[in-house]
């Protein structure tokens, strides 16, 4: 059965909703949405570059751990606390503390206040967020500065897609033609978490990749 990569200027059918959670990519004249599956360690950011990288495991409550990995460091981030290795320091940061906490080491940087973890290791600045509503807790990872290397990968690389829209509900990217439906996503890379209106493709067309292509077999 041929794949999408194989069908370039074909419509594409927009698949069967999946369950999972819905991200959102940067794009005009509205945002692109679509379903990343749940129960996956999903690769989220990554840069050889710089040595780089950031994996995460997706629930449908949101990432239930992530791990960064910079050179020798490792930091993992779960909803309830944080832990910094690198051989000389190993530190914890719990959510919820009355006391700001501050690491600043060469090249890195972590800062946790509120409900906002923001870290800098080399060129990349992460902030998680902790969004609690009804009761839940659901932990978000937002870029706000992106490795200098354009060969960076992972599901939170991509941005900034360039579509067009096609009469009927579809939409053209990279010369693929897909079927969209008109929906609305939370904005979980934003402290209040807004609603936005975007247009709800497959996860293929919105990566432009299987889903093996993000997965890892290891955080």
Not at 17 to 24: A, I
Request: aromatic content about 8%.
């Amino acid at each position: 059965m041929p794949t999408q990569a194989e069908l370039p200027k074909k419509i594409l059918s927009a698949l069967t909703p999946v369950s999972g959670l819905r991200f959102l990519i940067s794009a005009q004249p509205k945002p692109i949405c679509y379903n990343a599956p749940v129960g996956h360690k999903l690769r989220l950011l990554s840069d050889a570059s710089s040595d780089f990288s950031m994996n995460g495991e997706l629930s449908e409550k949101g990432f239930q751990l992530i791990a960064v990995h910079y050179k020798t460091a490792k930091l993992l981030v779960s909803p309830t606390e944080s832990v910094y290795s690198d051989g000389e320091n190993n530190v914890k940061l719990i959510w919820g503390q009355s006391v700001v906490n501050r690491l600043e080491l060469d090249s890195v940087s972590i800062f946790l206040r509120d409900n906002e973890l923001d870290i800098t290791m080399g060129s990349v600045r992460v902030v998680f967020l902790l969004h609690k509503k009804d009761g839940q807790v659901l932990l978000w990872p937002s870029i706000r500065q992106r490795p200098r290397n354009t060969k960076a990968q992972g599901i939170l690389e991509k941005t900034d897609l360039q579509y067009e829209e096609l009469p009927g509900s579809k939409v053209k990217i990279m010369d693929q033609e897909v079927m969209a439906q008109l929906s609305s996503a939370f904005d979980y890379g934003l402290p209040a978490a807004p609603t936005v209106e975007c247009w709800l493709v497959p996860f293929q067309s919105a990566l432009q990749g299987e889903l093996s292509d993000f997965t890892v077999s290891q955080l």
